[in-house]
């Protein structure tokens, strides 16, 4: 697959690669270290406490109009255009969770933890610890088919040997996955949901601590009833449904929008002949792709449009991605290590591209 994944990104390759020779005495520990020392120079990793609080408490307010909304409207059946402006907000929650999660918006661990069981737990249903420890394992090692949980063979498939032997359903499922990813999306947002509350049920999940479980478990709960109540109250029991039923879909897929085109399609290490030497810079550059755009693409996308540079840079904030790409670009370019960056339309269909052509053995047999 990565020979295949090379001739799909080459012309949306922003980077050309260095001549032989530019490359030929890289030590893989030293390539990070410019960069790193560039950015910190620049300042480019220090908090941006204010332009957060903003964000939050901007969001917060949308979200109390579209309740006040709903109470305004009662049960009307044109209550349910407010799911679209419901689904777009609660994607800017699950995108507060996520730069919670990385320490972006505070160095104080506790504020940030605080931040975090808020907008995941409490706004969005979904498990804290359960998605902490999943996203980190994620990016230690993205792209790998063994370690990250993001690429393990379920309902979709990722690498040809992941197809190998499926039948019934799921291999119906494999056969046609391109065309069914989107669809699939739409149920993300209830997935989430359901995940966290595995997660708090297994013996072996990532709570490390009974306190922990409990103070998930609670806060999860009282999403599920105050969600419930809310729409309980001002709607219909059948129009509670189908509006609930409308957000978490455009929820779902709006967070599909975001992650689908993130690394699919990409290099996934184990399957590189020298996937196993690649230090933090490659690792992260090589399996990564960003995707073009101004300030819409920025905000619809959580600033995931910068995957590359957020891979680097875990805990750097939102808004200095994009001051980081010029200098992530020119140190790449220095060391012959293609960056992939392309249009918002051609980054799913180099994804969507990817998963078509892992499920074409299957289709050829059936």
Known sequence: MPQATATLTAPDRSTPPAPASATASRGAGSEFAPLLRTIKEQGLLERRVGWYARGMAVNLLGL???VAGLVLLGPSWWALLLAVPFA???????????????AQITADRRLGRILQLVHADLLLGMSREWWNDKHNRHHANPNHLDKDPDVAAD????????AEGRTGLRGWLTRHQAWLFFPLTTLEGIALKVYGFQALLSTEGPFKTRRERLLEGALLLAHVAGYAALLLSTLTVGQALLFALIHQMLLGLHLGLAFAPNHKGMETPDTHPDGDNWGHLRRQVLTSRNIRGGALTDWFLGGLNYQIEHHLFPSMPRP?????QPAVRAHCRTLGIPYTETGFVES?????GHLHEVGEPLRTTA
């Open 64 to 66: 109390g109009a579209v």
């Open 88 to 102: 777009l907000l609660s994607a800017r929650v699950a995108f507060v969770g996520h730069d919670a999660g990385h």
């Open 155 to 162: 309902v979709l498939v990722f690498a040809p040997h992941q």
């Open 320 to 324: 200095h991605l994009r001051l980081a």
């Open 348 to 352: 799913y269909r180099q994804a969507l």
